[in-house]
């Protein structure tokens, strides 16, 4: 197992996944339609759920300790706690999207190819679906 994508650097997993990245976009610009691959997806899920619930963890800490410090009644209690675990989650995401983004326009330098939209398209095919 090669590890995760975003993290690449040795030359040889570079071209590996620039082979199957010219692949797809050639097949995208021949108007193939990118297929969902559930095997795809749940590795991709596996590998990024880590690091997002980690995140979602440390806000939900954050928020908790800062609630703790609030007398409300408990019923009201339960649905602040309930906004602020959504607020909580909605946050990490963002996070976790601006970093991902980050580290695929990262990838594109390694890979010396321009990190547009398009390319960034092709990256989000490869790790859930299949074209």
Do not use: W
């Not at 990118?34 to 979602?56: D, G, H, I, Q």
């Not at 695929?104 to 939209?117: D, G, T, Y």
Request: aromatic fraction near 12%.
């Amino acid at each position: 197992m090669k590890g995760y994508y975003l993290f690449y650097t040795k030359q040889s997993d570079l071209d590996d996944y620039k082979k199957e990245f010219d692949r797809v976009s050639q097949n995208m610009d021949q108007g193939k339609t990118p297929v969902y691959s559930e095997l795809r997806s749940a590795k991709t899920m596996l590998v990024e759920s880590f690091p997002y619930n980690l995140l979602f963890g440390i806000f939900s800490i954050l928020a908790a300790l800062l609630i703790a410090k609030i007398k409300l009644n408990e019923t009201v209690m339960i649905a602040v706690v309930l906004c602020v675990n959504s607020f909580c989650g909605a946050i990490a995401n963002y996070v976790f999207t601006i970093v991902k983004h980050g580290l695929r326009i990262q990838l594109c330098k390694r890979l010396h190819i321009e990190p547009s939209e398009k390319n960034i398209a092709v990256m989000e095919s490869l790790e859930y679906q299949s074209v």
